[in-house]
Structures are given as structure tokens and as C-alpha cells.
């Protein structure tokens, strides 16, 4: 019978000192990760201008190209002129479905009131919100997702834009939100969500320079990192995809390289490289590669 080896106390002590050593040249190169502030857009069928947004250390506009300034980690809220929308998790994209996740019906009339609210109606490349929004005040009454919700929204914008608005159908906003999801890589056109995976949630394990965070199989095609926290620290560190946890020897990258910047409560989308699948990996790392050094990861199981 196989009888594993047993070591030494001395070789129990080298080993530890070998893995210890890994983590601290792992932890000590000569990056500097640089300040949680981020850059992020609101995005409906284009890049929206001109909604206020507040965080805990940030306010302003979303600018022309639908930008807004915050700090990884931190809760913003928009408003349009003085209706406030439901706080979210500040991250690099926001959209109607970031706001109201699984509520379709609000998530469409979001995006009728934002399309309908666009000063010049061409709303494939952007919309600007005028500054006529000022007179919309935290006393306007908006029910998303109800049925008053067509009235409240037609008297809003005649008082915005003049008699001639119009609230655009639901099925026109949705189409146009789904196609600028689909131009701007954040949904797949052709996915399908079939494999036995897809809605799975696992927690990373924390090894090393604070990783944590959840992953979850959103579809056949990608998966996404909720709340995921790292401290930026360590030479070529990425998402590291394998079999079994063979991370230096049976893997693929998955996601952007994550050293060099901090990492707050943020969400990351990990899309599956072309000629991967779900059924290529059960095994997800944040690896640091030029040491061979695991700073968390999850598990899914037999492949």
C-alpha cells in the first residue's frame, strides 16, 4: 500500500519557508497600487448627460460622454433633476438594469423616460438631458414599473420638453437599451444560459492581500465578481481559470490584470475567451503567476 511522505521538522519548516517566501516576493514588487478613485459611465441606449449623481465623497454631472467620478466602494444615486433613482453599488457601467436588476417593467420605463427625455431624439449616440430637468423637483411623482406610470411620465415631459413629447413604447426603449448593451460588450448577443452552472454563487477564499468577493455564473458565456476586494499588491496577478486547481500548469486567464490598482466592493465581468467553456474549468484563482502564488479562489466542483 502507498504510504505518504512524511517530513521532517525540517522539511516541514523549509516548505513553510518556501511558500512564506513566494507570498512575500509575491507581496513586494515595486508596483504601487494606485488610488481607488473610478471613472464610470451611465449607459442606457447611449451614454446619458446630464443626471446628477452624489456619492459619500463625490458629486456632480454625468458629462457628455456619460461619465461620473467615484470611490471604489462606494453607494451613488442619480437623480434626474430633483427625482431621486435607487442607490446602487458605484461601478464602471450603470444602466436601467443595474438600478432595478431582475424588475423588467421598471427597467423598460426607466429607459422610455431617458430616451423620451433626450433633447434632440436621436438617441443612438447620446442622450443630453436639457436643462429643463431642473424643474422636475423630489416632490415628482414617478411609479416605475406601475401602472400610473405612463400618465406621470407623459406630464413630465410635456413640462420638460413642450406639448410635443412623447413617451416612447416600451418595446422601442427596451430594443434600444439591449442593442447598446450588446455594442458595448456587456451582454452577448447569441449566449444561452443551459449549463448546469449558470446561477451558481460561490465565496473566494481569502489567502492573501485581502481577496474576497462572490462569483457567479451568470450565463454560458460569463462570469461575474460582486463585491470583490484586493489589494493590488503582487507582480502579474489575474483570474486564473483551471482544471482540478492546476493553476501553473492547466489554465486560462479570465478578466484584466488586476495588479497595480486597488479594489474595493467592486464587480468585475470575467467573459470566457473565445474556444473556452464552462466545461473548460471548475477552478478560479487570483494568481500572481511570476511566483506561482494563490491569493484566493473558488471551487465548483468535479468537471
Known amino acids: 500500500m502507498f504510504q505518504p511522505v512524511k517530513l521532517s521538522k525540517v522539511g516541514q519548516l523549509a516548505s513553510i519557508g518556501v511558500l512564506s517566501l513566494s507570498l512575500f516576493a509575491c507581496g513586494n514588487d515595486d508596483s504601487d497600487p494606485a488610488s481607488p478613485l473610478r471613472t464610470g459611465v451611465f449607459l442606457d441606449s447611449a451614454p446619458v448627460e446630464g443626471l446628477s449623481y452624489v456619492t459619500a465623497t463625490m458629486s456632480g454631472e454625468t458629462d457628455a460622454d456619460g461619465e461620473f467620478n467615484f470611490n471604489a466602494g462606494e453607494m451613488i444615486t442619480f437623480s434626474i433633476g430633483g427625482l431621486e433613482l435607487p442607490e446602487v453599488q458605484a461601478s464602471n457601467t450603470v444602466t436601467p438594469i443595474t438600478l432595478f436588476a431582475n424588475d423588467e417593467e421598471s427597467v423598460a420605463d426607466l429607459s422610455r423616460l431617458l430616451q423620451s427625455l433626450d433633447e434632440d431624439g436621436v438617441i443612438e449616440d447620446s442622450i443630453s438631458l436639457s436643462m429643463n430637468i431642473q424643474s422636475i423637483t423630489s416632490d415628482t411623482q414617478i411609479d416605475f414599473g406601475e401602472d400610473a406610470f405612463d400618465a406621470q411620465a407623459q406630464a413630465l415631459l410635456?413640462?420638460?420638453n413642450g406639448p410635443q413629447a412623447t413617451l416612447i413604447e416600451a418595446e422601442t426603449a427596451s430594443a434600444n437599451l439591449n442593442q447598446a448593451l450588446v455594442d458595448n460588450e456587456l451582454i452577448s448577443e447569441d449566449c444561452t444560459a443551459e449549463h448546469p452552472l449558470v446561477g451558481r454563487s460561490m465565496e473566494l477564499s481569502s489567502l492573501a492581500h485581502g481577496v474576497s468577493g462572490t462569483v457567479t455564473v451568470m450565463n454560458d458565456c460569463e462570469l461575474e465578481v460582486t463585491n470583490?476586494?484586493?489589494d493590488g499588491g503582487g507582480p502579474n496577478v489575474f483570474f486564473f481559470a483551471a482544471v482540478d486547481r492546476a493553476y501553473s500548469s492547466n489554465y486560462f486567464?479570465?478578466?484584466?490584470?488586476?495588479?497595480?490598482?486597488?479594489?474595493v466592493n467592486d464587480t468585475l465581468r470575467l467573459p470566457i475567451p473565445e474556444g473556452k467553456s464552462l466545461d473548460d474549468f471548475n477552478s478560479l484563482s487570483v494568481w500572481c503567476s511570476d511566483f506561482n502564488a494563490n491569493f484566493g479562489e473558488v471551487f465548483f466542483g468535479e468537471s
Not at 486567464?253 to 479594489?263: D, E, F, H, S
Open 158 to 160: 410635456i413640462d420638460v
Open 228 to 230: 470583490f476586494n484586493y
Open 253 to 263: 486567464v479570465i478578466g484584466p490584470q488586476l495588479n497595480g490598482q486597488r479594489w
